[in-house]
């Protein structure tokens, strides 16, 4: 079983992976057109062209969504840390009393 704070780092960094991949699609869109006209690239290129700009949208979109659940569910106090939730994920019982507390 894979260690679940591992699964929190790399879920952190999906958002940056995700806008990473937006901006290349968005620099792609930009530099395609230029680079298919000036005959470095074939006509295969610019087909590609075409749905570049909505692939940029839906990964900016992805990234976008996934850095606001991920600071929702901090917000929650959702983990997967072992502290919280022993060693599987999940999320804190705020209404609950902590184990071994006063009541």
Same mark, same amino acid.
């Given at each position: ?6 699964? $929190?780092?790399?879920? @952190?960094?999906? %958002?940056?992976?995700?806008? +990473? *991949? #937006?901006?290349? &699609?968005?620099?792609?869109?930009? /530099? ?13 290129? $610019?087909?590609?062209? @075409?749905?570049? %700009?909505?692939?940029?949208? +839906? *990964? #900016?979109?992805? &990234?976008?969504?996934?850095?606001? /659940? ?25 209404? +609950?009393? #902590? ?5």
């Amino acid at each position: 079983m894979a260690d679940p704070a591992a699964d $929190a780092q790399r879920a @952190g960094r999906a %958002p940056g992976v995700l806008g +990473a *991949l #937006a901006s290349l &699609a968005c620099v792609a869109c930009c /530099l395609l057109p230029l680079l298919v006209a000036a005959g470095v690239l074939g006509g295969g290129a $610019a087909a590609v062209v @075409g749905w570049l %700009p909505a692939l940029a949208l +839906a *990964l #900016a979109v992805a &990234a976008v969504g996934t850095w606001w /659940l991920g600071r929702r569910r901090e917000r929650k106090g959702c983990s997967c840390a072992r502290s919280t939730a022993g060693s599987a994920c999940g999320c804190l019982d705020k209404a +609950a009393p #902590a184990a071994g507390g006063r009541q």
